[in-house]
């Protein structure tokens, strides 16, 4: 039986990326790869940013949660082969080869913005296939969690070839049984503390910001846990009777952490690696899985095709964002609400859209969206 519960948790936090990123794009903290805000921090305080301290906790390692209990459903319905060829073609081509057919575009915009971020156009004067290329690669962007998520797989499947039977699932099973299950799982979230531990505190490195950016240890502490802990019925089955509880700790150390530190890099890795952030993160994780499976287990027509379509929403929609963001906050002189609402309705409008053209057009949708048909 279908877990729609976790269908729709998915495709609402996929939904919740999109609209983190109109107020990334736009945010003054200092966080990396907007293209800057309305104003200058502190005097500028613009508290709509809050919005990234509220998600940008919780989100990623959450998709990475729901990838990992997705795997042990898959792959008790497929061989691994199976698997791990649909996986590269879901995953892999859209993050490679979609870059040359579609992302160039973002990446125009992105190479942009760097500009102006840095003064200097690199692309400056350089023949225009070299700039195509190098459009190419700045069109990553947001597809890092894709790329991410692939070598998460990849690396899975090697660990998992040391225990073919599954009996380190079984054993976790077995001891999260019970009426300590909901103390376990909170304090599991030692281990959202310990991973961010492996990221890189010294960012005059120049690797250490795509290093921080991946945090491949880091997601894939929580693509396990997925795999090994929250895939169990009885985990859900806890989570979803504790979700008023679990709610509540997550507004109340998301409070704290927001009117403790409202101003400051959300993204640097000392912001990351604090005990404050690790308490709500793990919190909200916990919350927005056991809400979800006590309150959103059913299905209908809009949330069938979310389910479906929210993949293919996420890969077109940071075009949205650089192209448009970038043309109203440089070439119009519209109030900063009006451009805030513009680009939300246009990102929520013009993705899906732009996803339902490709995805009917031969070879292109197999470039850009890793589907078949």
Excluded at 30 to 49: A, M, R
Excluded at 215 to 244: C, N, R
Aim: glycine share 8%; with cysteine; hydrophobic share 50%.
């Amino acid at each position: 039986m279908r877990k729609h519960w976790i269908d729709n948790l998915r495709w609402v936090t996929v939904l919740l990326v999109l609209f983190y990123h109109v107020f990334y794009f736009y945010n003054n903290k200092g966080v990396f790869g907007g293209i800057g805000g309305f104003g200058t921090y502190p005097e500028y305080p613009q508290y709509q940013d809050v919005v990234m301290y509220i998600l940008y906790p919780w989100f990623m390692p959450l998709l990475f949660i729901l990838a990992g209990v997705s795997v042990k459903y898959a792959l008790s319905k497929r061989s691994t082969k199976e698997w791990l060829k649909a996986r590269t073609r879901k995953l892999l081509v859209p993050a490679t080869i979609g870059l040359f057919v579609f992302q160039w575009m973002t990446g125009y915009f992105n190479t942009q913005v760097a500009a102006m971020a840095q003064a200097t156009d690199l692309t400056a004067g350089l023949p225009l296939v070299v700039k195509y290329l190098f459009w190419a690669l700045s069109g990553i962007g947001h597809l890092w969690f894709i790329q991410d998520l692939w070598l998460v797989s990849v690396v899975f499947l090697l660990l998992k070839k040391m225990d073919p039977k599954d009996k380190v699932h079984d054993w976790c099973g077995q001891l999260l049984k019970g009426k300590a299950t909901i103390v376990w799982l909170i304090l599991l979230g030692v281990f959202f503390w310990l991973g961010t531990q492996t990221l890189v505190m010294d960012v005059s490195n120049p690797a250490a910001g795509l290093l921080n950016l991946y945090k491949p240890v880091f997601y894939f502490i929580f693509f396990l846990m997925g795999y090994y802990v929250f895939s169990h019925d009885a985990v859900q089955e806890t989570l979803g009777k504790w979700w008023i509880p679990l709610v509540v700790c997550a507004l109340a150390s998301g409070v704290y952490l927001i009117a403790t530190t409202f101003g400051e890099n959300n993204t640097e890795p000392q912001y990351l690696a604090s005990v404050p952030h690790c308490i709500y993160g793990w919190m909200a994780c916990l919350a927005m899985m056991g809400w979800f499976k006590m309150c959103f287990d059913k299905t209908n027509a809009f949330a069938g095709y979310m389910t479906k379509s929210s993949f293919g929403i996420y890969v077109m929609h940071y075009l949205v964002i650089a192209g448009l963001g970038y043309v109203l906050k440089l070439y119009t002189t519209l109030p900063p609400l009006a451009i805030y609402l513009i680009l939300t309705v246009a990102v929520f409008t013009l993705s899906p859209l732009m996803y339902e053209i490709i995805r009917r057009i031969p070879f292109i949708r197999w470039c850009v969206l890793g589907e078949k048909k």
